[in-house]
């Protein structure tokens, strides 16, 4: 038997280079929970190198019925170095039979539609074949409109239902009170004795209607972890922009900011352009985004990120300080995970918490609702 290395570095590098199957040659090397999770990520791939050898292999399923891609490929994107990342996910693409998917239409239609594939056909087709362009938003486009006609009426509900509910009593608000219009309807219930007239009907006046629409700003973080959030946000953007009253500009960034305001009619469009990237510059979209806001008190301003600043966090919180001052309605939507759970940087959140933002973790319907409290 073959002894292991004295250094127990060098033998958790062996270990984590040569698999699970080496680590009886390695006196076990003792991984730590970093280790362990960089272990696990590996394996998913590179352990069916050992099944195909007669090993067992008890690593996690990349099988396309499952499409658990994505998620797999964000912890990678966080384990390593972006050169290192690059070269996995080539190996993924020959390993998982994605070269098939990405070149045979017939392929891609045995796949069930669903959101986990639309993550990964966003997240590997610049190395599709052309010949597929065109099935591959065939198919973005039938998992783009099953989400939208999931989430509209949602929306919809939560930012005019609510208020039809209530819309007798926002008519008759004080400040729409018509005092001249009430003396008039009520002249003839007046009493000499009391010298009062008893205001039976009251009347007031529709000003409300002429009030100018809310603008909301959707600030959309769109590096590689966050493309599920993306997704809803690019979906939500465009129903949003279809309701009387409610302007909608999206702007959405990485290291660089694009506005891509004038294309939220096309979700579909939208979501093949965007470029995913791995670095992030959050206080420069903010600042970018100050200049679209031409009435604060009118205006929301939503932060779609995990809030992982790669510039400097001081350039973000002096920019959320001037929306706040300026009254914009402020908040920060955390990431959610494929398990519906936040996540997101809680101490960098803290800090905009106390700059002004409100902070929350909530679904697209939750997010609605929160929205129709404020403009309703």
Known sequence: M???????????????????????????????????????AMEALY????????????????????????????????????SVFETIQSHAIDRFDLGEMLSNPGALKKLEPNLNLLKVLLSFRGRADPSVAGPIREVVKQIVEELRRRLESQIIRALSGSRNRFAR???????????????????????????????????????????????????????GSMLSSLIHAVVTASILASLPAVKVKVVVFDTAVVDVSDRIEDPVDLLLSVQLGGGTNIGQAITYCEGLITQPSR??????????????????????????????????????GDDGEPVYDRAMAARLAGA??????LTPDRFAEWLGGVIG
């Open 299 to 336: 205006t929301v301003f939503a932060l779609i990120s995990d809030f992982e600043e790669g510039a400097s966090p001081a350039v973000m919180i002096q920019a959320v300080r001037r929306l706040a001052e300026a009254r914009v309605t402020l908040i920060g939507l955390a990431a959610l």
């Open 2 to 40: 073959n002894k292991p290395p004295a250094d127990r570095s060098t033998a958790v590098r062996w270990r984590l280079a040569l698999g699970r199957h080496a680590e009886t040659n390695l006196g076990g090397a003792g991984l730590s929970a970093g280790d362990q999770q960089l272990d696990q």
């Open 169 to 223: 009593s926002q008519q008759k608000r004080m400040a729409n009170f018509d005092i001249r219009a009430t003396v008039r309807a009520n002249l003839k219930n007046y009493q000499p004795d009391r010298r009062a007239i008893i205001a039976e009907q009251l009347r007031f006046t529709a000003r409300q209607r002429r009030q100018m629409p809310w603008t909301v700003v959707l600030c959309v973080d769109q590096s």
């Open 356 to 361: 002004g933002m409100e902070i929350a973790a």
């Open 47 to 82: 352990g069916r190198a050992h099944g195909e050898r007669g090993y067992r292999n008890r690593g996690g399923s990349l099988d396309l019925s499952q499409i658990v891609l994505p998620r797999w490929l964000d912890t990678l994107k966080e384990l390593f170095p972006k």
